[in-house]
């Protein structure tokens, strides 16, 4: 290699290094947190909104002018989901029952969608917000929360996995009507299913059979899962190693006993809802 071109390279290097750093600094300045808190600090009002929105333009501008490989948009998106995750950490309680409740997720959301790629920590937060789904402790009032159609029955066949203790073919799986949350029961002991191998998780980008939705929802549900597993420490080759009980005669008449009380259910409470 002749010296000229060694120098060239060198360069090149030198400058993505530089590039890089101060994309990092200004990405995750604590600083440019602690000022933007200044003016907004109640976690979750209409202005704190308001001011995310601020805040990922701020970003957006100031790094329009490097060409970085992520790109203004997603180096903006990081920042505000950054802020939104250091800020639910701290204040836990505060969007239980509050009227921006479901802002708040949607917002989070909107940003994930406009990465590329999941960070680690982004994906296992989804497991701080699948606790605010608001799902029973039991199976019989799920049943009765899905006659009502505020959850629905989905396909559990990736939460029946073998885990000592359990008999993975009578998990069957729920998620909310806006499809976000997810949660697993065992119709042999009525409870919740929060093993790291088959328990429910947040969807950022909730399934369907429209190509361009089912897109995202592999992309940002689907891959990760498949990369990281549901909880560090189980990683998806450890959970696919164990024996599935999916397709067994034992979880077909399981889940058709758990649709027929769903349907004995919603009549009920129709019938109930015209005396």
Known sequence: MSKKRAAIYICIVIILLVTFRLEYKTVWNQELFDSWTEDHTEFLSDEYFS?????????????????????????????????MMEDLESNPDAIINHQNFNRYFETFDQHV????????????FRNTLNKYSGAPSSLDEMITLTAQHKWQ??????HRYNVEGINAALNVKFISADGRFEVVYNAGTGEMVDDPVNMGTYNYAPGSIKPRK???????????????????????????RLQSRHGTDEEKHNTLKIEKLIEERTLELTQKTHL
């Open 51 to 83: 001011g995310l929105d601020e805040l990922y333009t701020q970003v957006k501008l100031k790094h329009k002018k490097w060409h970085s490989i992520d790109g203004p948009n997603k180096i903006a998106a990081k920042t505000v989901l950054a802020k």
């Open 113 to 124: 969608r406009r990465l590329s790629e999941l960070t680690e920590e982004i994906h296992f």
């Open 153 to 158: 029955l989905f396909s559990a066949k990736f």
């Open 214 to 240: 089912y897109f995202k929802h592999y992309l940002f549900d689907v891959v990760p899962w498949k990369k990281w597993g549901n909880v560090e420490g189980v990683s998806y080759k450890d959970i696919t």
